[in-house]
């Protein structure tokens, strides 16, 4: 609930040949990332969660796109907003990826499947490796102190970075003395920059780059996250156009990689010129449905981009967002970047999933999945009850109980754990239209 947290749990119950299934989605509202409040994103979410009582999960062979289209239609019956005008991934993205979530969440419960499964993972549990660690980059004395002292993460160290060029280079060469420039230690140093540079700032940086000779020694590559401003689609093609350019082996490892503009397919068009040179950040409470990230990464590809992808914002995401970028991860060809990061909701988190992510005892940068279908996890009831002080259900009668204190025996209907484990039920290929899923809330 917005009052205990930015979080709000959507809980979807459908039915399949009369057996009940439950799916579980988050909505994790940032007004800095999406536009979206806690409030209101909570009241866009009871809007939704009554529209989608009764209505009909027609199936085909993308069970994304299915989803997708569901959101769609209820986007058009409640908000008048028509797909063509590209807003249903822009009007609340964050409320919209909770309900695809938790539909997915349920479809896959249905078919006794993971939701990887469900969107085509070769592995359905893992494991996805972690190689991305964040880092605070002011003060590169703490990097070099701690990587001297055994603390060697494979992969990416990423970290923010102010206006400072010179600071920027002096954590760069921290690193690559203590890495001893080996690449099998580390492979980069990502820069998280949001827009606040100008291509003075890559000139200056560049140029010491080049006038560095433990950089010049090292293997070490360079991501220059979000430089410019993502209107600023002159002075990327120009950066991009120098680096690919220029002849120093060093400095041609630097990489560019972009997330604002590349949300939709639409806005992946408007930056064609820059997708065979850049590396992307998917944040999918930006996009607002998994089906939204796969066509706009498919776009991409058809106009050349063959880079890396970076599963962004993992830090602000509890288990279950956790569990859907993990789930995401295996379904890419090549292995993203991913950090992994839980954020800690203290000193009173809003609720506990289990089973977690697990993390390999032999190497603790590999995750797994839970097993089990759908995202393989539970709401932990305990602490839905230490923690639920508004409940409200809507189903075919509209609402039926609203309460502002804990009623012990709607969390013992809503949150029974034994909803969540449902013997196998799969439609034949002939089942006709009555038979389609069939959608109720409760939250």
């Known amino acids: 609930m917005p009052d205990h947290?930015?979080?709000?749990?959507?809980?979807?119950?459908?039915?399949?040949?009369?057996?009940?299934?439950?799916?579980?989605?988050?909505i994790r509202a940032l007004n800095s990332l999406t536009g979206e409040t806690p409030d209101k994103a909570y009241e866009i979410a009871q809007q939704l969660g009554r529209a989608l009582v009764g209505l009909r999960l027609e199936e085909d062979d993308n069970p994304a796109r299915a989803t997708h289209a569901l959101m769609d239609g209820?986007?058009?019956?409640?908000?008048?907003?028509?797909?063509?005008?590209?807003?249903?991934?822009?009007?609340?993205?964050?409320?919209?990826?909770?309900?695809?979530?938790?539909?997915?969440?349920?479809?896959?419960?249905?078919?006794?499947?993971?939701?990887?499964?469900?969107?085509?993972?070769?592995?359905?549990?893992?494991?996805?490796?972690?190689?991305?660690?964040?880092?605070?980059?002011?003060?590169?004395?703490?990097?070099?102190?701690s990587m001297m002292h055994g603390d060697h993460p494979t992969g990416w160290l990423r970290g923010r970075v102010d206006r400072s060029v010179k600071k920027s280079v002096s954590v760069l060469k921290a690193i690559a003395l203590a890495s001893g420039g080996d690449s099998d230690i580390l492979e980069g140093v990502c820069y998280v920059i949001n827009g606040g540079w100008t291509p003075k700032?890559?000139?200056?940086?560049?140029?010491?780059?080049?006038?560095?000779?433990?950089?010049?020694?090292?293997?070490?590559?360079?991501?220059?996250?979000?430089?410019?401003?993502?209107?600023?689609?002159?002075?990327?093609?120009?950066?991009?156009?120098?680096?690919a350019?220029?002849?120093?082996?060093?400095?041609?490892?630097?990489?560019?990689?972009?997330?604002?503009?590349?949300?939709t397919a639409a806005g992946i068009e408007r930056s064609a010129a820059l997708m065979p040179h850049v590396d992307i950040k998917i944040v999918p409470q930006t996009h607002g449905s998994l089906f939204a990230i796969r066509e706009a990464l498919d776009r991409a590809r058809a106009l050349g981009f063959d880079g890396r992808i970076y599963l962004g914002n993992a830090g602000m995401n509890t288990e279950l967002n956790s569990l859907?970028?993990?789930?995401l991860a295996l379904t890419m060809t090549q292995p993203p970047l991913f950090s992994a990061?839980?954020?800690?909701?203290?000193?009173?988190?809003?609720?506990?999933?289990?089973?977690?992510?697990?993390?390999?005892?032999?190497?603790?940068?590999?995750?797994?999945?839970?097993?089990?279908?759908?995202?393989?996890?539970?709401?932990?009831?305990?602490?839905?009850?230490?923690?639920?002080?508004?409940?409200?259900?809507?189903?075919?009668?509209?609402?039926?109980?609203?309460?502002?204190?804990?009623?012990?025996?709607?969390?013992?209907?809503?949150?029974?754990?034994?909803?969540?484990?449902?013997?196998h039920t799969r439609e034949a290929a002939t089942t006709d239209k009555?038979?389609?899923?069939?959608?109720?809330?409760?939250?």
């Open 341 to 423: 990061d839980r954020k800690s909701e203290e000193p009173r988190p809003i609720r506990q999933f289990h089973p977690q992510l697990t993390t390999d005892p032999a190497d603790r940068h590999r995750l797994f999945l839970p097993k089990g279908a759908g995202w393989g996890s539970e709401l932990c009831r305990s602490s839905l009850e230490k923690r639920l002080r508004n409940c409200i259900r809507f189903s075919c009668n509209g609402i039926e109980t609203k309460t502002t204190r804990l009623k012990a025996q709607l969390i013992a209907e809503a949150f029974d754990d034994s909803t969540l484990e449902i013997a």
């Open 201 to 243: 700032h890559v000139d200056v940086l560049t140029t010491q780059m080049s006038e560095s000779a433990p950089l010049r020694q090292s293997s070490l590559k360079v991501l220059l996250e979000q430089p410019f401003p993502a209107y600023a689609t002159g002075w990327y093609q120009d950066l991009l156009n120098r680096i």
């Open 324 to 327: 859907l970028l993990a789930s």
């Open 5 to 26: 947290g930015y979080s709000t749990i959507v809980r979807i119950c459908a039915t399949r040949d009369g057996v009940r299934h439950v799916g579980l989605g988050e």
């Open 74 to 145: 209820v986007l058009r019956s409640e908000f008048g907003i028509a797909p063509e005008t590209l807003l249903p991934e822009r009007f609340y993205p964050a409320v919209r990826l909770g309900f695809d979530a938790a539909l997915l969440d349920a479809l896959a419960r249905s078919r006794d499947e993971s939701v990887a499964s469900l969107l085509g993972a070769g592995q359905t549990t893992g494991p996805v490796q972690r190689n991305v660690h964040s880092r605070k980059f002011s003060k590169p004395s703490k990097i070099l102190n």
């Open 245 to 263: 350019a220029l002849d120093d082996p060093f400095l041609g490892r630097v990489r560019v990689m972009i997330e604002d503009g590349v949300r």
């Open 434 to 443: 009555d038979d389609n899923t069939t959608f109720t809330h409760e939250a």
